[in-house]
C-alpha cells in the first residue's frame, strides 16, 4: 500500500460523529448455521454454502444505519482515509474501536473501505492500528461482530489472526438463521501467555547489539506516550553518559531475540544543601509481542537486587501508576520527596532498596539532565536509522 497516497489519519469526533458508513457488499456465499439438541447437549455447525443468486446488502435497508461515534460508543475513537472532493471531505475508509471496560477487550465497532479503494492493503493497515491500540492499552483481546453471508469479510478477518469466538442466532431480527445473517463475534488474542523464568536469559547488553536493542525501545514506546517517541535516542544517549550503570543494566532474551531492556543511571535527592545519591531507570521497556508475559517483572527485579547488592539504597521514576505499585513502588509524598518544582503526582514512584533508603532523606529529585537533553530535531534524525512506523495519533497520549 502506498501509505502516502492513502494516508490514515485520526477522525475528531467534534468533526466526524454521526458521519455515515455507507456499508454495502454483494455476496454468493454464507455460513449456514445450524443448531441441533441432542441427549448430551448441542451441537452448533458452521457450513460455507452458496446462494442460488447473489444478495446484495445495503445501508438503506437497515433501521439503524452505520456512522461514526455514536452515542452508545462512549470512549469511541476513529481514524479514517479522507478525500478531498470540491472542497469537501469525504470519507474513503474508516476504522472505529472502543473499549469494553468490564473485559478488558477492545471492540472494532466499524470498519469500512470503499469498494474503489479495496484490495489495496488499506483494510489491513486499519486493523493494524487497532491492534496497536489493543497493545498499547494492554487489552486482552480486540473483537468485532460480522454477518455469516458476509463471506469477503470474514476471510479477511482470518487472514488478520482473528477466530470465531460466539454468535447470536437473532441478534437483527427473529428469523437470522432462516435469511442467513448470523451474527458471528471473532477475537484476536495478542500474547498474553506468562513466560517461565527458565526461559529467559537476563544479561548485560554487548556492544554489537546497540542498534538492535534501542529498535526494541522504539516498537515499544512507539506511539504509546506521544506520537512517535524519544527513548530509542535516550538508551542511545545514555550509554555515553557519566551517569549511566551499565553494570546493573540489562536485556532479556528469548531463544536468542532481545525481547526487554532495562536502563540504569545515577539520580540525586537534594535537600538544602545536602545530596544524597540514588537510582533512576528508563526506559524499562519489553517488545510488543512479548508484553504481558512477565518479561518486564523479571527485568525489574533481578536488577534490583544487584542495585542493593552495589549499595544503592532506593530508586524513583516518573513510570506507569497501574504498573510500578504491583512491584513495590509507592507514590514520592509518601516518602517525603518531591519534584524540583514541589510537585507530586501518581506516576512519580519510588522504590526503597533498604528500610529508610528514601524516606529518611526525603527532599527533592534532581533527574539526570542526559533525560532532558532530547531536541525533537535531534530525534528525528536519530529515528531515520530504524524502520520506524507510522506516527499515529492514540486516546491515552499525553499531547
Known amino acids: 500500500m502506498n501509505t502516502e497516497q492513502y494516508k490514515i489519519v485520526h ?17 454468493e456465499e454464507y455460513y449456514d448455521v445450524r443448531i441441533e439438541k441432542g441427549g448430551k447437549g448441542f451441537q452448533v455447525i458452521f457450513s460455507r454454502e452458496k446462494f442460488s443468486t447473489p444478495v446484495s446488502h445495503y445501508p438503506e435497508e437497515y433501521d439503524f444505519p452505520d456512522k461514526l461515534y455514536q452515542d452508545h460508543w462512549e470512549k469511541a475513537f476513529a481514524w479514517g482515509v479522507v478525500e478531498e472532493n470540491d472542497g469537501k471531505q469525504e470519507l474513503a475508509a474508516c476504522i472505529e474501536t472502543c473499549p469494553e471496560e468490564w473485559s478488558n477487550r477492545l471492540m472494532v465497532t466499524e470498519l469500512w473501505v470503499h469498494e474503489k479503494y479495496r484490495r489495496k492493503g488499506i483494510g489491513h493497515a486499519l486493523m493494524k492500528i487497532a491492534k496497536e491500540q489493543a497493545v498499547l492499552e494492554h487489552r486482552r483481546a480486540v473483537i468485532l461482530e460480522t454477518q455469516s453471508c458476509n463471506v469477503s469479510a470474514i476471510q479477511f478477518y482470518l487472514r488478520e489472526g ?9 441478534c437483527y431480527s427473529n428469523r437470522d438463521i432462516d435469511r442467513k445473517e448470523v451474527r458471528l463475534d471473532l477475537g484476536y488474542f495478542p500474547r498474553k501467555d506468562k513466560i517461565r ?10 556492544e554489537e547489539e546497540y542498534h538492535k536493542v534501542e529498535e526494541v525501545v522504539l516498537r515499544a514506546f512507539w506511539n504509546k506516550h506521544h506520537q512517535g517517541c524519544n527513548e530509542h535516542l535516550l538508551v542511545h544517549k545514555l550509554r555515553d553518559s ?5 553494570r546493573i543494566s540489562r536485556v532479556a532474551e528469548v531463544k536468542g531475540e532481545i525481547v526487554g531492556v532495562i536502563c540504569y543511571a545515577r539520580a540525586m535527592l537534594q535537600k538544602g544543601d545536602a545530596q544524597k545519591e540514588i537510582l533512576t531507570f528508563g526506559p524499562l521497556c519489553v517488545a510488543p509481542e512479548w508484553q504481558g508475559c512477565g518479561v518486564g517483572g523479571f527485568l525489574l527485579e533481578e536488577t534490583l537486587a544487584l542495585a ?3 549499595g544503592f539504597e532506593g530508586v524513583v521514576i516518573f513510570g506507569e501508576p497501574d504498573y510500578y505499585p504491583l512491584h513495590g513502588f509507592r507514590t514520592c509524598d509518601q516518602f517525603g ?3 524540583m518544582d514541589g510537585r507530586n503526582f501518581d506516576a512519580f514512584l519510588g522504590r526503597e532498596l533498604v528500610e529508610g533508603g528514601l524516606a529518611e532523606f526525603g527532599g527533592k529529585f534532581i533527574e539526570p539532565a ?12 536519530w529515528t531515520k536509522h530504524f524502520a520506524a512506523p507510522d506516527k499515529q495519533k492514540f486516546p491515552g497520549q499525553w499531547d
Request: with cysteine.
Open 11 to 27: 477522525l475528531p469526533r467534534e468533526q466526524w460523529k454521526n458521519a455515515l458508513i455507507p456499508m454495502r457488499y454483494t455476496t
Open 162 to 170: 482473528f477466530e470465531l469466538i460466539g454468535f447470536d442466532s437473532c
Open 197 to 206: 523464568r527458565e526461559d529467559i536469559v537476563i544479561r548485560g547488553e554487548r
Open 242 to 246: 557519566a551517569v549511566y550503570l551499565p
Open 308 to 310: 542493593k547488592e552495589e
Open 337 to 339: 520527596i518531591t519534584t
Open 370 to 381: 542526559v533525560f532532558e537533553e532530547l531536541s525533537e530535531e535531534e530525534n528525528e534524525e
